[in-house]
């Protein structure tokens, strides 16, 4: 089981966020969103909080535990 995310779509869903704006209001790299859209990286719990809080949504309605494709 992975730790997966919604990361892409709702960047698209937020005015079309960039990877480089997700990444500078959350406090990492462009290369560090990349990673995670494509499911090379699990971000620690507060990269995980701080990314859900830029989108104003819960934990859980971002990121995933196992095969969970919906949104």
């Given at each position: 089981?992975?730790?997966?995310?919604?990361?892409?779509?709702?960047?698209?869903?937020?005015?079309?966020?960039?990877?480089?704006?997700?990444?500078?209001?959350?406090?990492?790299?462009?290369?560090?969103?990349?990673a995670l859209e494509k499911g090379n990286y699990s971000p620690s719990l507060e990269l995980a909080f701080r990314i859900a809080?830029?989108?104003?949504?819960?934990?859980?309605?971002?990121?995933?535990?196992?095969?969970?494709?919906?949104?």
């Amino acid at each position: 089981m992975l730790v997966g995310n919604h990361i892409r779509k709702l960047r698209f869903n937020h005015d079309e966020m960039t990877q480089q704006q997700l990444a500078d209001k959350v406090g990492v790299t462009r290369q560090t969103i990349v990673a995670l859209e494509k499911g090379n990286y699990s971000p620690s719990l507060e990269l995980a909080f701080r990314i859900a809080h830029a989108f104003n949504l819960q934990l859980e309605e971002v990121f995933y535990y196992g095969d969970n494709t919906k949104l």
